[in-house]
């Protein structure tokens, strides 16, 4: 079956280092990938995505992340980490099945930032 | 334009207890999806409307659950007979069309059932 695993449930680090939020996912063919970030108070918010193509993919914010098919990776990286990065960061898949497509999300990965 | 709306922001209700959640999606959009959020769990699919075609109710935890959209637009999330294990977020998106375009979240109405 589909699956997301996102397998560290928080995550601190200090303001200015580098962060990176794994994503792993079991699929058989290629899927869709997202990664979306929830801060406080607020909605769900597309950061990037993946279809297709170039694995580097570059989002808003400064985020970036990198498809890695033979690890079934789609890890989140951002150079230097700031306070506003505070959040919650959700990977999530989608695949085409039936004329349809379906949807699954990780559980999260919450982030911390020191001053 | 304005984004996803949902009401209420926050729903308490008693066990046993009928409820409706509204959401108003982005004008133009034809696809719309609704999800709950459990505390400490990522986001869980319930149901999706794409344009006129018959909904995906495959996500519906139960048969206290439904949905439906009128006119293409507006859309309610009705659960019977609440539990208290349906206390969660649940939140509503809406995108452009049903493939992989951008989901737009609403806020959430938060619903606590005692």
């Known amino acids: 079956a589909q699956s997301v695993t996102q397998p560290d449930i928080h995550i601190t680090v200090s303001e200015g280092a580098s962060l990176e939020l794994r994503c792993n996912y079991s699929?058989?063919?290629?899927?869709?990938l997202f990664w979306y970030v929830q801060s406080p108070g607020q909605g769900l918010q597309l950061l990037l995505k993946?279809?297709?193509?170039?694995?580097l993919v570059q989002g808003i914010k400064g985020f970036e992340a990198e498809f890695k098919r033979s690890q079934s990776s789609f890890n989140l990286r951002k150079p230097s980490v700031h306070w506003s990065d505070a959040a919650e960061y959700f990977c999530a898949v989608a695949w085409s099945t039936s004329g349809t497509y379906k949807y699954i999300f990780g559980t999260g990965t919450r982030l911390k930032v020191l001053a | 334009g304005a984004g996803v709306s949902q009401s209420p922001s926050n729903k308490v209700t008693e066990k046993g207890k009928d409820v409706e959640l509204r959401c108003d999606p982005i004008?133009?959009?034809?696809?719309l999806y609704w999800y709950r959020q459990s505390l400490g769990q990522g986001l869980e699919f319930l149901i999706y409307f794409q344009g006129n075609s018959a909904p995906d109710k495959s996500g519906l935890p139960s048969d206290r659950f439904s949905a439906e959209r009128t006119g293409g637009s507006v859309s309610t999330l009705t659960i019977q007979r609440t539990q208290q294990e349906d206390s969660a977020v649940y939140l509503c998106?809406?995108?452009?069309?049903?493939?992989?375009?951008?989901?737009?979240f609403g806020p959430g109405t938060r619903l606590t059932v005692l």
């Open positions: 699929y058989g063919a290629t899927p869709y």
């Open positions: 004008s133009g959009h034809t696809a």
């Open positions: 998106a809406s995108s452009l069309s049903w493939n992989t375009d951008t989901q737009y």
């Open positions: 993946y279809f297709s193509g170039d694995t």
